[in-house]
């Protein structure tokens, strides 16, 4: 548990960058501190390992204060993850790796053995050991920061802007597995972040920070979503928000209908396609049944081909939120939007308007628990 | 000036080619030391505090336009009554060298450290890295690319002054040019400043070859 009393940040005496925030980030879990550019974010996270001196009011870790700690001991205690990674140019990956290991008085073999198994959970292949941080794409640096940062096994960790470096697909892997990592190791964090969307889909907890760096609202990303505390936390959340808060409802087994459909494979000609199309549109999938695209039955000429699949839909895995099953039906030319299972394999398609009794029970389901 | 080198008496006695190099390289050896107790710490300090910036490039200009010939004559002059012996001319000798040295040396570190990546600073500040190892982990080996070329500019230009202690009734390689010019045998004086030309490029290999073992691949980007 990291615990903000009444903590401030003067520069100078008069730019007020912190006014008197009091939170609570609870153990085990992600908060996210999320604000505008200027709302004191980065700089309450850098108060936690003291790289900048509160003004006034204490930081506690599980209840102990930080300010009368030794300042290297105190940041040794917490995993850092910052926008650029920051790895040694001069040290091979394992060497970062082994870093905070070898800073917590663990042996040098031993902390290089633990570098090489951080290596494989960060999702880098053990060929990376032995490379220098130039020869890394900007996500893989960030996996070997973030590994780094884990190498001490700290309690608590502090990232700041961890994945706002990179494009946003390799974010969005970066992401996902962060949180798969997050769910094994259980890690007290706080996270810094301008990315509203980052913090809906990564926090356990949200801070949204106003400028001038006081508090505006701290709830979990559907409470925020759903109940807003006031214009500026409205207006920083976004347009989007009714569409967002179907990230957070649940897609259940059974929840929508199923449709079943027919389907083809390559190399099937028109006629055939023409015997067990419903519509326009037929789904093709390889000899997997792993949906590979819709075909345009009226438009086909010959045998099926590659490149004759339209390829605009999405795939809605199952057990996914309402949202990826939304954007399935929006994004398919036939207007069926396709379900997979886990492994890829179809499952059926489903209607517009199934989904939208979907989201109109889970509304009213979400509205009913409201005290 | 073949024949100058092919007469074996030039080579060998006490002044000889073997004796003039060997004091040569004594004379830069000792003045190249001294540049680096003074630039090296001043150039780590400020690269490391960010503060005497201004002071530092400022004094580095200001040795560099030194005249290195009238400050040797003005500091035999001091020194003469101070230091008995050979003494009284080495050491005004040495200060010029090290004052010569000491600009591209202290800029060198000075920019080298300057230059390290603010992000891996941050990262080893954060994990809780004290100061002195930030320098000397992370700061220091990050620098040595730059800190290694002020060193090789360092030692051409203390090579190739060194020519001066001649004047002053030294040794090392300058007698060859000092006396060649006295004597007006020129084969001697060119023969001298070939000397001194291929010493420079033989000692600028030899810290080429040191800095390529000890700058880690990861900073050459040379694998």
Not at chain 1, 276 to 287: E, F, G, M, Y
Not at chain 2, 163 to 185: C, E, K, M, P, W
Request: with cysteine; proline share 5%; aromatic share 6%.
């Amino acid at each position: 548990m990291i615990t903000f009393d009444t903590v401030s940040k003067h520069y100078r005496g008069q730019t007020v960058a912190v006014d008197k925030l009091s939170l609570t980030a609870p153990t085990g879990k992600l908060t996210i501190f999320v604000g505008p550019s200027g709302c004191g974010k980065t700089t309450s996270l850098r108060m936690v390992n003291r790289l900048i001196a509160p003004s006034s009011g204490r930081i506690l870790l599980d209840g102990e204060p930080t300010d009368t700690m030794d300042v290297a001991v105190l940041r040794r205690k917490i995993g850092y993850v910052i926008q650029n990674a920051g790895l040694f140019p001069h040290r091979t990956v394992v060497q970062n790796i082994a870093t905070t290991a070898r800073l917590n008085g663990t042996p040098k073999d031993q902390a290089l053995r633990i570098a090489h198994d951080l290596l494989e959970r960060v999702g880098l292949s053990s060929a990376f050991a032995n490379r220098y941080p130039w020869q890394l794409s900007g996500g893989q640096q960030q996996r070997v920061g973030v590994a780094r940062a884990l190498a001490s096994d700290p309690k608590f960790m502090l990232m700041d802007e961890p994945f706002s470096a990179v494009d946003p697909v390799v974010r969005g892997q970066l992401q996902d597995e962060f949180l798969r990592l997050q769910r094994d190791i259980g890690k007290t964090i706080i996270m810094v972040t301008h990315d509203i969307d980052e913090a809906l889909k990564l926090g356990d907890q949200v801070v949204v920070l106003r400028t001038g760096g006081t508090l505006a609202q701290v709830a979990t990303p559907q409470e925020l979503l759903a109940r807003p505390a006031d214009d500026f936390v409205a207006d920083f959340i976004g347009r989007d928000r009714g569409y967002r808060v179907l990230g957070f409802a649940e897609f259940a087994k059974g929840g929508v209908p199923l449709g079943a459909e027919p389907t083809a494979t390559l190399g099937a000609t028109p006629e055939t396609l023409r015997q067990i199309a419903t519509d326009r549109w037929v789904l093709v999938t390889d000899p997997l049944n792993r949906p590979l695209g819709w075909a345009d039955v009226d438009s086909l000429k010959g045998p099926l081909r590659d490149g004759d699949l339209n390829l605009s839909g999405t795939l809605a895995v199952e057990g996914s939120s309402l949202r990826h099953v939304l954007d399935a039906v929006l994004s398919s030319p036939s207007g069926r939007g396709v379900i997979v299972g886990q492994s890829g394999e179809l499952m059926g398609t489903v209607t517009l308007s199934h989904v939208a009794e979907a989201i109109e029970a889970a509304r009213t389901g979400r509205l009913g628990t409201q005290p | 000036m073949i024949a100058w080198f092919s007469d074996p008496t030039h080579w060998t006695g006490s002044d000889g080619v073997f004796a003039l190099v060997i004091q040569h390289l004594i004379y830069s050896g000792v003045a190249l030391f001294f540049a680096c107790l003074i630039g090296l710490p001043i150039g780590l300090y400020v690269g490391h505090t960010g503060r005497g910036v201004v002071l530092i490039a400022g004094l580095a200009n200001a040795l560099r336009s030194l005249p290195s010939l009238g400050l040797i004559v003005l500091l035999v002059i001091l020194f003469g009554p101070v230091f008995a012996s050979d003494m009284a001319f080495i050491v005004p000798s040495i200060i010029v060298l090290v004052l010569l040295a000491v600009p591209p040396i202290m800029s060198g570190t000075y920019a080298g450290v300057a230059a390290v990546d603010p992000a891996a600073v941050d990262a080893a500040r954060g994990m809780g890295k004290r100061p002195l190892d930030i320098l000397f982990d992370v700061e220091l080996p990050c620098a040595l690319p730059l800190i290694f070329s002020g060193l090789r500019s360092a030692t051409l230009q203390i090579i190739s002054t060194a020519t001066i202690a001649a004047y002053v009734s030294l040794g090392g390689l300058g007698r060859l040019i000092i006396d060649g010019r006295a004597q007006n045998d020129y084969y001697q004086m060119a023969a001298g400043a070939v000397l001194v030309g291929a010493l420079a490029l033989l000692v600028d290999l030899a810290i080429g070859i040191l800095s390529r073992l000890t700058v880690s691949p990861g900073l050459t980007r040379r694998l």
